[in-house]
């Protein structure tokens, strides 16, 4: 298994950038796909990024490309997520996921049911 404990988040401005950063424990961080969700209130998680065990594909949202960056350092156990050029419909709280290496990835990531493992959250608010 794996856990998971995202940081970063906090208050930004409309335009402003923010670095999440995942920190995992457990078993090797590089055993596992992960993927960056966040859920507005009143809203179902949803799907914002995603990145293969290898750092090799990635995978975004329409609402977040150009804009958020996906990447891993596996030796440091660690997923980070680059937000920048952050709108007001940014805000919500941002959830980091891991699961099995499958060759399914490709055709999953965007899936909630996909993931095995999630951290606790982290909030990010944007103000416009």
């Known amino acids: 298994q794996v856990q998971l404990v995202e940081s970063g988040g906090g208050l930004v401005q409309a335009g402003g950038s923010l670095r999440l950063s995942c920190a995992a424990s457990?078993?090797?961080?590089?055993?596992?796909?992960v993927g960056w969700f966040r859920q507005a209130p009143g809203k179902e998680r949803e799907f914002v990024a995603g990145i293969r065990w290898s750092g090799d594909s990635t995978y975004y949202a329409d609402s977040v490309k150009g804009r958020f960056t996906i990447s891993r350092d596996n030796d440091k156990n660690t997923g980070y997520l680059q937000m920048n050029s952050l709108k007001a419909e940014d805000t919500a709280v941002y959830y980091c996921?891991?699961?099995?290496?499958?060759?399914?990835?490709?055709?999953?990531?965007?899936?909630?049911?996909?993931?095995?493992?999630w951290g606790q959250g982290t909030q990010v608010t944007v103000s416009s």
């Open positions: 457990g078993r090797t961080f590089s055993s596992y796909h």
């Open positions: 996921a891991a699961r099995d290496r499958v060759r399914s990835y490709s055709l999953t990531y965007y899936l909630t049911s996909a993931y095995n493992y």
